[in-house]
């Protein structure tokens, strides 16, 4: 099942169609290497750009994220921010959400010591067809021992989401695969 799923995303990735079409599953995939001379992880994560938009949009109701609603909308007519309601998000060229899609991805997708997620530093993103590459940095000194990896992107939308996860960290290869019922894991080889 997980298979033939993947393989579907592989074949809708590749097809450069200009609307998205509907999709049955709910899926991501990051590439993600560590960089040992600047002691870092380099993520390129491709999402679906449509359930993308539609996990932004629900984050705007989210308190986590009140003050970048200010930013990004002004002030509002309702002060509640969980009764207030938003048209969906549509990424265009702009860079209008740009501090909603990272603080997204901090909290989502993380490297996490001592319950404290690591900073993600976002680069930007780039959309080809129905998907969006999002491209970022998770600064890591430390080893590996004792993270947490975190990967619960577009899980608060769609139980049967799956993160794919590829990870090189020193010349090892090592897949990881997350879904709603297994957000976290040790980040170990």
Not at 124 to 147: H, N, W
């Amino acid at each position: 099942m997980l298979l033939a799923q993947i393989a579907t995303w592989l074949l809708l990735f590749f097809t450069n169609q200009p609307q998205t079409p509907p999709h049955d599953f709910h899926s991501s995939l990051a590439d993600m290497q560590y960089n040992a001379s600047t002691k870092s992880f380099e993520v390129i994560l491709t999402v679906f750009t449509d359930d993308f938009e539609a996990a932004l949009t629900a984050s705007l109701e989210q308190e986590r994220y009140a003050h970048l609603v200010l930013s990004i909308f002004g002030s509002p007519t309702n002060p509640n921010i969980t009764q207030r309601k938003y048209e969906m998000i549509r990424l265009d060229e702009s860079k209008k959400y740009e501090p909603l899609i990272q603080a997204y991805l901090s909290y989502h997708f993380a490297i996490i010591k001592n319950q404290e997620p690591k900073t993600l530093q976002y680069v930007g993103r780039k959309s080809q067809a129905d998907v969006t590459m999002l491209y970022f940095e998770i600064p890591c000194k430390e080893a590996l021992k004792g993270l947490i990896f975190r990967n619960s992107l577009i899980t608060e939308l769609y139980e049967d989401q799956v993160n794919v996860v590829n990870l090189i960290y020193k010349e090892q290869k090592k897949s990881f695969l997350f879904q709603i019922s297994q957000t976290e894991q040790p980040l170990e080889f």
